[in-house]
């Protein structure tokens, strides 16, 4: 349905072996803005499920301190108000109380919370937060 005009062959008549939709779905790729948008446009509010910080999250390679506060500004204000310290810094530790008001959010917002400050605490070795 998203390529109706694509064919199963290459520009050569082999069979295209690209798996393009095989990777999407094992998460390897990302499918290209264009996609993204005609995805949206036949199935309304898609484009904000392919684009959630959660992937983000998931996908980036290496420490995450760094890029935490690029994440967590793309967060529901509720989570945003959890994750950022009163200093202005990034929640690097979270109180049960912070956890359970981070999970009572629900949303996949709140999930990407909780997986910044996991991906944080990994980083930093700290099992105990882990």
Known sequence: MLEPNKTQ??????????????????GIRMPNATLIEHANWLVPSSMGIINLTLWSVLRHQGPVANVAMQWIVRLSPKV??????????????????????????????????????????LDAGDQDAV
């Open 9 to 26: 062959l290459s520009a050569s008549g082999e069979p295209d072996k690209n798996d393009k939709f095989s990777h999407y779905k094992l």
């Open 80 to 121: 945003q108000n959890l994750m950022i310290k009163q200093d202005h810094r990034v929640r690097d530790q979270a109180s049960d109380i912070y956890l359970r008001e981070l999970i009572k959010v629900g949303k996949w917002d709140s999930l990407a919370g909780l997986t910044i400050l996991l991906r944080i605490n």
